[in-house]
Nanobody, 115 residues
Framework: QVQLVESGGGLVQPGGSLRLSCAAS????????MGWYRQVPGKERELVAT???????NYADSMKGRFTISRDNAKNTGYLQMNSLKPEDTAVYYC?????????WGQGTQVTVSS
């Protein structure tokens, strides 16, 4: 009965910033990792960033130095801070939560980078 609700997407100018949120609700007893993927029409999802249960982070090369993944355990919420956004960052962003038993997905939030 875990739900992930994403928010924070929208339209931004090139060079702008957005912070995506992924709020989890329900009974969560253990978390292996959480992270973000993104997808554009006609293409497979690509990994954006992950954070493990011990706090180790991993980013795709094109996101390093621009994106930061974090979490607030007290609020059961994960975040993706996106800076210096480029038009090629335009996509639907999906958060996921990996537990020992299954993987949960958010509904997706649209990020559009355009002048």
């Amino acid at each position: 009965q875990v739900q992930l609700v994403e928010s924070g997407g929208g339209l931004v100018q090139p060079g702008g910033s957005l912070r995506l949120s992924c709020a989890a609700s329900g009974s969560i007893f253990s978390i292996s990792s959480m992270g973000w993927y993104r997808q554009v029409p006609g293409k497979e999802r690509e990994l954006v960033a992950t954070i493990s249960r011990n706090g180790d982070t991993n980013y795709a090369d094109s996101m390093k130095g621009r994106f930061t993944i974090s979490r607030d355990n007290a609020k059961n919420t994960g975040y993706l801070q996106m800076n210096s956004l480029k038009p090629e960052d335009t996509a639907v962003y999906y958060c996921y939560l990996l537990t020992p038993t299954r993987c949960y997905w958010g509904q997706g939030t649209q990020v559009t980078v355009s002048s």
